[in-house]
């Protein structure tokens, strides 16, 4: 299990998972968008799920890296969770542009908020937020 207790560990949580996410982002299928997205997604014991976003051309029926990563994990029986990454990058055959803040969607945090607290961690390239910051007002039955 990694402890994040300290501010050195918590930096050092942030780093491994913002890696693993960028990795995830490699297998991205975003033939249309051009903007690959990866996740990873720390569960409560520890583990790390990823995924990477996968286009469509119906686009309603496209799936986020989030939900992807998310997915993987309640499939293999994790319902609670601690922190995400998330990396999102343009693709063109041209350049490779800069990583950015790539935020989640808002139907991935309302995903995020069936299984996490207010205070679970959102990483992003440049900055971190928790749940209840970005998603405030959640929809609950």
């Known amino acids: 299990m990694l402890n994040s207790g300290s501010m050195s560990d918590l930096e050092n949580l942030r780093e491994k998972l913002l890696k693993q996410a960028r990795i995830a982002r490699e297998s991205a299928y975003c033939r249309y968008s051009g903007f690959a997205v990866g996740a990873a997604l720390l569960t409560e014991s520890g583990e790390i799920y990823t995924g990477c976003n996968i286009e469509n051309a119906s686009y309603s029926l496209c799936i986020c890296a989030e939900r992807i990563a998310f997915g ?56 971190e937020f928790t749940l209840g910051e970005l998603f405030p007002g959640e929809f609950k039955l």
Do not use: N, W
């Open 72 to 127: 993987k994990a309640v499939s293999e029986g994790h319902q609670k969770f601690r922190a995400i990454a998330i990396t999102g990058k343009f693709r063109d055959s041209d350049a490779v542009k800069p990583e950015t803040d790539c935020f989640p969607c808002g139907a991935c945090r309302q995903f995020m908020s069936e299984f996490c607290e207010l205070d679970f961690k959102i990483y992003l390239e440049q900055q």
